[in-house]
């Protein structure tokens, strides 16, 4: 089950604010979606999660297989409820991981056989597997499997991996039992716009309930990125959701918005909260800094999240300096908070016809500020 | 300022029930302490904390005066703003980590010179000293720096100490300024029951708000332990709250509650809720056992805290095998709860005049079932 309206589309530029609605829930887009690779967005519970305004998570369908295992989840009533959250889902097939973090990944026609980066077991997914073990961990929007060149692939590479994903993407839809769980197609083609626009065809053909761009943010340079966004998301219909794979920044998410694009995942905000670097409207704050270690401001503020609103930076600094586990819990809800408003301010802005001022205004102060 | 006042003391046993007036609000003795060490209960908000029942947490003025300084946090607005929580705090003086964690720590009649554990520098704290960095915290009890031998050490050891940490608890009282801060001497005396009269004898003539047992739990035999805190505790005055410092497992916290003991700290319910092992009416819980990987139950079935009614143990073991953040937290929250609510056990079972067999019943649980 999948409905997707687009509530309003600015003029002069590909952004648009739209309401998707998936079996657990409503998501106003465009929406950023933290990353819960393990089935928990890294130190936070479901209720801090929901107060920092996130309305869709996603994880990994890779990561879950292994440990503790689809199955296992399935037994215990699925995702939702193994990891305590109401709201939807999106589930990543694992394509991307098999081939950057499992090892001797061999592709063939039926699908990829890997060893295990935890244990080095021997496994194999095919796209029917990846389709089966997101139906069994029951989450709103599984995606198919795909084939991932790495960045700077040769074109030959690039194209005939973008084929055998468009094949694949065939056997996901015919393999597809469950009317609940909405299934996203993905592009291929690598920077080559020619191979973007036939995947398009391709993938399009086969009638997703939305599309994403992949294989994109992985080592090309950003304009580059961005350019293949923009030209490729227009060729997708205007009715179905867009989900851009793995990125970014804030002004990446204020360009790729732009170029008509709805959904997003990153670990940006995550991981830079582990690693004491917050994301705040004056640009970044990294707390190792010796200036913040007795500075009584909030990280940001701006922000009304339960750490801006109750902690100091010097305690912040405090915490990550000690690496007391609490650390992580405060810089996270930060973060997040911080880009589930950038995504709020976004939509905001949509209606109010200022997108384009509003999405400039982030790019310009990122120029110099923001970590990446 | 403190008050302590009795409302149930009961028959046959030590234990009382009470209500201690700090500072900052109010504490239902016997109560236990949550670990601060750094100012942070490792994993928990203030407002997982509150919501595990805690009402009053233990922090170091060791560690807060060595990173990131008594006068930094002092210049914040004191150590409840700077962590976020309004309740009573307690601070320990850093006596015994001092002689645990400090390198090279030499006692002179002054005080002790040590080198951080930190960085190796070099510092010096004597009994003014101490009371100084607590007065600059601003915690609502302070403890006064003692000297605390190792356990097993000879008895003219233990005596000099002993000797000593009795002038040093004079010098202390001595230097106090601010009323509204509770003082608290510190008993000491080793195994020596003798010895532990007389420095009862020592300390009470100083008139503290209340009194501490130290240097107990340091390695001697815990049948030691609880015999030395039964024979030493009714030696203390009636009206005044005595806390036992450092211990311990739950069986441990009944035989202590019934030699009269109203306070406890300890870090067994956070490090182990670290190492993946709780608390539970049904013995414990060790995560990483296979047998809980699908296990569908709450980690305590008789529990209400936000873990138990949110997850089940073979999501609590996922989190735990993949080193996941919110392991930390949700185990934390869990094994807290239950120290918590054992202590509100406690008192309505003094209460109602039936603490000797509630003891009796902890004490034989554990004989089987818990950690330690």
Same mark, same amino acid.
């Given at each position: ?118 244990? !080095?077991? $021997? ?5 029917? @597997?990846?389709? #089966?073990?997101?139906? %069994? &961990? /029951?989450? +709103? ?47 291929? !083609?690598? $920077? ?5 626009? @036939?995947?398009? #065809?391709?993938?399009? %053909? &086969? /009638?997703? +309930? ?47 918005? !732009? ?16 690693? /004491? ?96």
């Amino acid at each position: 089950m999948s409905g997707f309206r687009i509530l309003h589309q600015a003029v002069g530029s590909g952004a648009r604010v739209g309401r998707l609605t998936l079996a657990h829930g409503e998501v106003a887009t465009p929406a950023f979606m933290p990353v819960a690779t393990h089935g928990s967005v890294k130190g936070l519970t479901p209720r801090d999660l929901r107060e920092c305004g996130a309305e869709i998570v996603l994880a990994n369908a890779y990561h879950l297989s292994l440990r503790p295992g689809a199955d296992v989840i399935a037994r215990l009533g699925g995702l939702h409820r193994f990891m305590g959250w109401e709201g939807p889902i999106l589930t990543d097939s694992g394509g991307y991981q098999i081939f950057s973090l499992a090892t001797l990944a061999r592709v063939r026609e039926e699908g990829v056989d890997f060893r295990s980066h935890l244990d !080095g077991s $021997s496994h194999f997914l095919g796209p029917e @597997e990846a389709i #089966r073990i997101q139906e %069994a &961990l /029951g989450s +709103d929007v599984a995606m198919v499997l795909d084939e991932c060149p790495p960045g700077g692939a040769a074109r030959d590479v690039v194209l005939a991996a973008t084929e055998r994903s468009a094949r694949w993407a065939a056997r996901a839809v015919a393999m597809r039992s469950r009317s609940e769980q909405a299934v996203f197609g993905i592009v291929q !083609g690598g $920077s080559d716009l020619g191979l973007r626009a @036939e995947s398009v #065809r391709a993938t399009v %053909a &086969l /009638g997703f +309930d939305g599309y994403a761009l992949g294989g994109l943010s992985v080592g090309e340079p950003r304009e580059v990125t961005w350019a293949v966004a923009a030209v490729t998301a227009p060729l997708l219909p205007a009715d179905r959701p867009r989900y851009f794979m793995g990125s970014g920044t804030p002004g990446d998410l204020a360009r790729l918005v !732009g170029a008509g694009i709805d959904l997003f995942d990153c670990v940006l905000p995550t991981r830079h909260a582990r690693n /004491g670097a917050l994301f705040t409207s004056a640009g970044t704050v990294v707390l190792r800094h010796a200036r913040y270690a007795d500075d009584p401001r909030p990280a940001d503020e701006r922000c009304a999240c339960y750490t801006c609103t109750r902690f100091s930076r010097a305690y912040l600094r405090h915490l990550h300096m000690a690496r007391e586990p609490l650390a992580v819990t405060l810089n996270t809800v930060h973060n997040v908070t911080y880009y589930e408003r950038l995504m709020q301010d976004m939509r905001t802005a949509i209606v109010a016809d200022a997108f384009g001022a509003f999405a400039a205004g982030v790019v310009g102060e990122e120029r110099h500020s923001w970590p990446d």
